[in-house]
Nanobody, 132 residues
Framework: QVQLVESGGGSVQAGGSLTLSCAAS????????????AGWFRQAPGKEREGVAA????????YYADSVKGRFTISLDNANNTVYLRMDSLKPEDTAMYYC?????????????????????WGQGTQVTVYS
C-alpha cells in the first residue's frame, strides 16, 4: 500500500521560509528499476489545485510554476525516500494546503508534470499560512 505523508507546514510571516517533507512508503522514489514524477501541488480556499513544483526522480529534471520560480526548491533525499519543498521569501498568496503526489514514470515537461489527473498517489496535505 502506497502512502505519502507530508509534514512541515505551519504559520510564518511574509518573507520567511518553510520546508515541507513528503515521506513515501510502498514506493521507492528512485532506484535502478523505478522512477517517479514527484509533484507538489497546492490548493487555496475557493481555488483549483495547482502544481507548484515537480521532480523526475531518475532524470532529475525539475519544473516550477512561474509564481514560485526562484523562491521554491524541490529536492529528493534518496536515503530517506523523502521529497522536500523548500519555500523561501514566502508571500501571503502562498497560503494554501500543500499536497505531495506521485506517479510512476517521468516528468517530461511542466505541462505534463502539473497535470494533476495523471497522479496515482496523493498525501493528506499540510497547511501553509503566510501572514503579512
Amino acid at each position: 500500500q502506497v502512502q505519502l505523508v507530508e509534514s512541515g507546514g505551519g504559520s510564518v510571516q511574509a518573507g520567511g521560509s518553510l520546508t515541507l517533507s513528503c515521506a513515501a512508503s510502498g514506493i521507492t522514489w528512485r532506484s535502478y528499476s523505478s522512477s517517479y514524477c514527484a509533484g507538489w501541488f497546492r490548493q487555496a480556499p475557493g481555488k483549483e489545485r495547482e502544481g507548484v513544483a515537480a521532480l523526475s526522480t531518475l532524470t532529475r529534471f525539475i519544473y516550477y510554476a512561474d509564481s514560485v520560480k526562484g523562491r521554491f526548491t524541490i529536492s529528493l533525499d534518496n536515503a530517506n525516500n523523502t521529497v522536500y519543498l523548500r519555500m523561501d521569501s514566502l508571500k501571503p498568496e502562498d497560503t494554501a494546503m500543500y499536497y505531495c503526489a506521485a506517479r510512476p514514470g517521468y516528468c517530461t515537461s511542466d505541462s505534463v508534470a502539473f497535470r494533476r489527473g495523471d497522479y496515482n498517489y496523493w498525501g493528506q496535505g499540510t497547511q501553509v499560512t503566510v501572514y503579512s
